[in-house]
């Protein structure tokens, strides 16, 4: 809201400088946004929040101001000399739609001089950026800025039939509005019409037709309330926001209509002569009062955890317009004041009295008792996979939870179901509520692509939203991963996540590896591991064709695990155990097996045939000689470690595992020792 | 392999070494015979070594021992053909010096984005003022998100083109309207205040941390996903008091203790009396957060009692937060992926 200095001026007499008084309206509760010279004439830029529709006028302003400052505000008595004549002579009104437009009035001026305004009035109007038009709707747009009322002038001579009808809008009407564009009506719309056609769309805006031209003579002038709702609905589905509606939706004064529509005959008649016809027409011409609240003085310590004067907060009421009606030591009854609608409460009242008292008033060092709080263990987990995926190389990135079409988005492995999307998109085409991180992070990785940027290795941890019938979807925590040609890396990091955080106790389900193989991962790289029936997790390499389609420039590998599960089982705290005081035996063994023949299926067969003796078996390399195994085989170096708990192993007993290892491997897989 | 074809393969490799140290004349032919014989790689002795596994495993201490002899054999005389060209000047070069200003080799540790890091930042802080880290859903019904919070139907955060709502044949009317059972993307974090209240015993003091969506057009400031962080504490004598000591403790424990803040009055559908906290920064005032007493129809509805409980809630903008902490100058660059940006971070 755009305050003119000047102008405020006429309400209240403030001697203090402009930066006080601004630091004293912010504080209370009407941020500074800037103060301009316009014209010589300081222009201050208050932000209003939204439920003080009373100081979206200069006249609330000074309310506050002279609330603050104590000192008297003076608002103008209007008085304007009428005619004889009555204006139930020459209008009639009507009102269908109550809902929509609980009161309206109008009042009549009958020979007006179109021309410009005074040019005091439109250097105010200047200041504040409202565009001056003419001596009428400047005297409209002067009282709305003054009072906070929108203020409608019609030129009578196009108001046909005599007659002013308020009601809904017909489903599809059309009404060219004063801006000369034609807006599609509907029927939850309310439009002031005369007895032919809609002459305004009421609370929003005037209607071309009957708008006030240099050869208007005479005017009907609307002052109305309308319904905040009504008026927020068509604004919105007009896309036709005025200083006008933006009043109404904030809820106007419905008893200061009458008021704002004499002011502004007054200054119509000041400033375009004319005559004002006897007597108003009027749908509703009652005062609604607010209904009284009971203020107890103990809800206010109870609330703002000090002890303000009882005679202060009452005198703090009194001054923003309240009536105390009853006061007693311990209650009052307090009468909010019509164009305070946001005060129906009693804790709206102590929010009044602390406000004008003064928030700095509330101490800061208020004793603020030790609970225990612990990190959860989700946060204790998540730094572990933190520090396990960054120590192995990989950048932390945060994705928009939605996506976009394209190769990439029916990438799915843990739902089957077709994604949700939201009504307007996120970001351009992105509306796909992510089902896996993975899409998101192969676009990150077109985006470091883009940029020249290699060995890319990124990870994300975030919710993917599974779709579950009717129901609200399923918000899964996963970690994703993607990094460049060798799978065995993203194979590692989740390898070392679940060696630290994956429990050990009975209840965790065993964990099996199991092959996966989806479209979109590379025929026979897919590789999961299952908790039970439920995957936990899975890495695998991106299929060459969607590489080739998403114009990736090498290979890509993944990874993707539920946290939400890995966090059922998860050990928080490592348990020790002995570490067995005799040493190991370290045998290397260089097998030359199939090509065909994987890992998992040679160390079953070592592990099985080694025996309690052999306590990890370490995978060294895999390199091929055709030359002299031929073709179709590979050799695997390995090694194995050997160690008992109880005495220190002998040579024997490696050489006895060793042997029955060799031979397990030799019957079971063919495989040779290479001498 | 037998344990003497072993042996000898050693014993040749040193007489061949000690003949050609001999004959060396220059630095550079005795850097080749360095690597020739004790090369890393694929040095003489590295290839017998490799030998030494295929000795049959009785043998192997004797051979293991031998080799070592050889070993130490080998270098001494790679040793004191060195000694000859060191003594001599020129020669110094023969042994290659250390160059201790080589780059070092810098491990290759992955960073950790500037959003996490403030979250873990807040919850730390937070955590010490007594707060526990709680969550909730991202994807929202309207009463976590608006009706609980105070938010009537006619207030602007409804409108549907201010939300993500989900397309479903429930939520199909544009403009406003929208069905009971309609669904969006959480536009605050409120919503975990009212999900805690309907499930958790009181006292609470709680904060959650989390995405939100808001449709902003995307500039330098405004992203239309971002996080926040909310704060609640109810318990039966919870004051303005205790709401301006926890945010004047937390914001002294982020911004630092020398920073300027001030509290004024500002208008939340879900608190009351509502609070807008700023602090002092480059010559003017910056939003720090808003936050209030929590209103009395939130309590309603929730069924808790205003007149027995009482309560603060506050919630703060975790992005403008991590750009003034690292200089981020725009938000967009939180969410581009680009590793040129998020390596920046790593600390």
Known sequence: ?675 | MALDRFVNSLETMLEEARVSLQSVDSAEALEQLRVKFVGAKNGALKSVQKMLSEVAPEDRPAAGKRFNEVREALQAALDGASDRFASGGAAKSAQPATDPTLPGLRPRIGSVHPITQTLEHLKEIMGRLGFSVTEGPEIEDEWHNFVALNIPDDHPARDPLDNFYLATAKNADPVGNSAPAARLMRSQTSTVQIRVMESQPLPLRIISLGRVYRPDAPDATHFPMFHQMEGLWVDRNVTMTQLKSVLRLFATSYLGGDVNVRFRPSFFPFTEPSVEVDYWWNGQWIEFGGAGMVDPNVFASVNIDPEKWSGFAFGLGVERLCMRRFGITDIRDLYRSDVRFLRQFAS
């Open chain 1, 1 to 675: 809201m755009l305050i003119s200095w000047d102008w405020l001026s006429d309400y209240v007499k403030i001697d203090c400088p402009l930066e006080e008084i601004v630091s004293r309206w912010a504080m209370s509760g009407l941020n500074h946004e800037g103060t301009e010279i316009v014209e010589g004439v300081p222009v201050i830029d208050l932000e209003v929040t939204s439920n003080r529709a009373d100081c979206l006028g200069h006249i609330g302003i000074a309310r506050e101001a002279s609330v603050l400052y104590r000192v008297p505000l003076v608002v103008p008595q209007p008085r304007p000399a009428t005619a004889k004549s009555s204006i139930a002579s020459v209008l009639q009104l009507e009102n269908l739609f109550q809902d929509a437009c609980p009161r309206y009035t109008a009042r009549v001026i009958r020979g007006v001089k179109i021309g410009p305004s005074p040019e005091w009035l439109a250097k105010r109007l200047r200041a504040i950026g409202i565009k001056t038009i003419n001596n009428v709707v400047d005297a409209t747009n002067y009282v709305m800025m003054e009072c906070g009322q929108p203020l409608h002038a019609f030129d009578l001579a196009h108001i046909r039939g005599g007659k002013i009808i308020v009601r809904p809008a017909a489903d599809k009407e059309n009404f060219l509005a004063i801006d000369h564009k034609t807006y599609v009506l509907d029927s939850q719309m309310v439009v002031i019409a005369d007895a032919e056609r809609a002459v305004a769309l009421g609370g929003v805006m005037g209607g071309a037709e009957s708008e006030v031209s240099d050869t208007t003579t005479d005017l009907l002038i609307e002052s109305a309330s309308f319904a905040p709702m009504s008026i927020r609905r068509a604004a919105r589905k007009l896309k036709l926001h005025s200083p006008s509606s933006h009043r109404y939706e904030r809820r106007i004064d419905p008893n200061q209509l009458d008021w704002a529509s004499r002011r502004c005959c007054e200054l119509i008649l000041a400033t375009a002569g004319g005559e004002l016809l006897d007597g108003v027409l009027d749908t509703n011409p009652v005062q609604t009062n607010l209904p009284e609240i009971e203020l107890r003085k103990s809800q206010i310590v109870r609330v703002l955890g000090i002890e303000i004067p009882w005679e202060t907060s009452c005198d703090i009421l009194k001054r923003l317009g309240c009536e105390i009606t009853k006061v007693g030591e311990q209650h009052c009854t307090v009468a909010p004041p019509s164009f305070r609608q946001d005060l129906p409460r009693e804790v709206d009242l102590i929010e009044e009295v602390a406000r004008i008292y003064g928030y700095e008033q509330i101490p800061e060092d208020a004793m603020v008792p030790m609970v225990a709080s612990m990190r959860r263990p989700k946060d204790i987990v998540m730094s572990t996979l933190r520090n396990v995926a960054t120590a192995a190389g990989f950048d932390e990135t945060l994705n928009p939870s939605l996506i976009g079409r394209g190769p990439a988005d029916r990438i799915s492995p843990w739902s089957s179901e077709a994604p949700l999307a939201t009504m307007v998109p996120l970001l351009e085409g992105a509306s796909i509520l992510r089902r896996s991180l993975i899409p998101s992070l192969i676009a990150a990785r077109l985006h470091n692509q883009s940029q020249s940027n290699r060995d890319v290795r990124l990870f994300e941890t975030a919710n993917v939203y599974l779709p579950n019938g009717n129901q609200l979807p399923r918000e899964q925590l996963n970690l994703g991963c993607i990094a460049e040609s060798e799978l065995r890396i993203v194979r590692g990091v989740f390898e070392e996540i679940l060696h630290r955080v994956w429990g050990v106790g009975s209840d965790t389900p065993k964990l099996s590896e199991t092959k996966v193989s989806w479209d979109f991962l590379e025929s026979g790289s897919g590789i999961a591991w299952m908790a039970g029936e439920t995957m936990l997790c899975w890495i695998g390499s991106l299929s060459r064709s969607l590489s080739q389609s998403l114009k990736l420039d090498g290979a890509v590998t993944l990874g993707e695990t539920n946290l939400d599960l890995l966090l059922q089982h998860a050990q928080l705290v490592p348990r020790v155990r002995d570490v067995v005081p005799f040493p190991a035996i370290e045998r290397d063994l260089n097998l030359v097996v199939d090509e065909a023949l994987q890992w998992q299926s040679l160390q079953g067969v070592i592990s099985q045939s080694a025996g309690p003796l052999c306590v990890d078996i370490l995978f060294r390399e895999i390199y091929r000689d055709t030359n002299r195994d031929g073709a179709g085989k590979k050799r695997v170096l390995l090694t194995l470690k050997l160690q008992s708990a109880t005495d220190t192993l002998r040579s024997e007993q490696a050489d006895e595992v060793v042997a029955s290892v060799l031979g397990a491997c030799r019957s079971q897989l063919g495989a040779q020792l290479l001498a």
